[in-house]
């Protein structure tokens, strides 16, 4: 009898939500929030979906609210309040600043970020190891010494090189930061260029190459949602321009050392279902990876002189 009360349940249920026209959608909700949409992000957020859907939590099992803020502030904190007015079960927040919007709307709904260069400068862990709020995630810390290695292997004649970043992104400025104490080491000298927004990126890109042997911008959301305008500057001013992630170089930059970002996205989804599973935040340290992959653009290669392929590299056109 109970069995049979259930089976009418369920089939009610499920009728009202095929029908819309239901009393209460009884699926786990996932609030995700992604900063803007370029290349790599898009790239994270499918691999994380396609993972949760190959891992059994598919849309039969799980909600998924995704907001894409446009690379607007006010838009991400709107989303982040609106998840917590919904009471999702947890939140998923693609990029640095959406991390922090998360981390600012709510103190006790879980969050897992995913692609957060510098967790701690970004003030949402204090201890990579032991998370003690609410929240972790997976971070895209990059290798910026085998950066200028391949820089030195590739362009020996670089000397000067331009560092390229938005001001204000956190996850830049600490990639900056270890260029600048990197630079040296590897018989570079640098010159620092700052843009605000992606509207005066093509006249600094420009003034810097004017100045410079090479471009170093690295995994900057700004830059790379109009990557393909610094792209053009590299190609038309000869000199290559070396970025943070392989996306960037697909949109056009010369080369990279980088991780891969469908791999980070399965990862990310890995914790978000041990959260879901109700593993508690603090056993969940920060998660990175440490394989890196060379990536160059032979299309750019060819069109600035520089060699097109060098050993273990991924040759993208
Ligand atoms: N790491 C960036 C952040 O902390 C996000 C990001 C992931 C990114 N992949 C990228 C930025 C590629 C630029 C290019 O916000």
């Not at 190609?235 to 392989?246: H, L, T």
């Not at 990876?289 to 056109?317: R, S």
């Amino acid at each position: 009898m109970k069995k049979l009360f259930g089976l009418v349940l369920g089939t009610m249920m499920s009728l009202s939500v095929f029908t819309g026209c239901g009393t209460q959608d009884d699926r786990i909700t996932v609030g995700l929030v992604q900063l803007v949409e370029h290349t790599s992000l898009d790239m994270i957020r499918e691999s994380l979906v396609a993972e949760l859907e190959a891992r059994g939590y598919d849309d039969s099992k799980v909600k998924i609210d995704y907001q894409n803020a446009q690379g607007d502030q006010s838009n991400l904190n709107s989303i982040c309040k609106k998840f917590v007015g919904d009471q999702v079960d947890t939140i998923v927040a693609i990029a640095t600043p959406s991390a922090q919007a998360a981390v600012a709307a709510t103190t006790d709904i879980p969050i897992i970020f995913s692609a957060v260069t510098d967790p701690v400068a970004a003030n949402l862990v204090s201890d990579l190891n032991k998370p003690s709020g609410n929240i972790t995630g997976t971070s895209d810390a990059i290798p910026v010494d085998q950066v200028f290695e391949l820089c030195n292997e590739l362009t020996p004649e670089v000397k000067k090189i331009g560092f390229l970043y938005t001001a204000s992104e956190v996850n830049s400025q600490s990639v900056i930061e270890q260029a600048k104490k990197f630079a040296p080491e590897y018989g570079f000298t640098f010159e620092e260029m700052t843009i605000t927004n992606t509207s005066e990126l093509q006249q600094a890109a420009y003034s810097l190459a004017g100045k410079v042997d090479a471009i170093y911008t690295p995994i900057d959301n700004n830059i790379a949602s109009a990557m393909t305008l610094l792209s053009e500057v590299g190609k038309e001013s000869k000199i290559p321009v070396y970025v943070g992630a392989d996306s960037m170089v697909m949109d056009g930059a010369y080369a990279t050392v980088g991780i891969n970002y469908e791999e980070l996205g399965k990862q990310t989804a890995d914790m978000v279902i041990q959260v879901l599973e109700g593993t508690p935040i603090s056993e969940m340290p920060v998660e990175t990876l440490n394989n890196f992959e060379k990536v160059i653009n032979k299309t750019t290669a060819n069109k600035i002189g520089a060699p097109d392929h060098v050993e273990g590299a991924i040759i993208v056109e």
